[in-house]
């Protein structure tokens, strides 16, 4: 494909991902100002059913931003063709935001459960980012000398033109 089709490509995919994503955050603002989601409790009296719901959307909502990464890889191994490895470059990228969104979504429905424990939600989250924070690192490393190749080209290709 070509590079202007697989932005196409990329632009109706992160569209398709961006309504999702407000469609399930409208669904879970409604849902939590709903006054008798608030104190109903779910399971026990720590956690409300707008909290549970909430996480239910958030959790959706994940799941669709990771699904989102699997469906751009392509396109991103094709515009960044200078780049090996570039999709999986994206995914992992689109991994850690996913586990930054998560790590404020569904503090207020583990929490309550885990009083004393907060290091452990912590150190999970921790070590999940930090292990797709290498794998990008690893995958920017593996690819520098392409990197390096295509910068210094482009570089000589502007110093080229503006001696002409």
Known sequence: MEKKELLWSLLIKTVKTLVGLFTLFAIGFFVEGLPY?????????????GVFLNAVVSLLGVILFVKFGAEASPAADGILDFMPGAGSFVRSVIKILSLMFAYYAFQDAVFPFIEGFEWAYQAVFLGFTLFFL???????????????????????????????
């Open 37 to 49: 989601a608030r104190s109903l409790p779910f399971i026990s009296q720590k956690l409300p059913v």
């Open 134 to 164: 290498v794998r990008a690192g690893l995958q920017v490393y593996g690819a520098s000398e392409e990197i390096s190749k295509f910068l210094v080209g482009a570089f000589r290709a502007e110093n080229t033109a503006k001696k002409q």
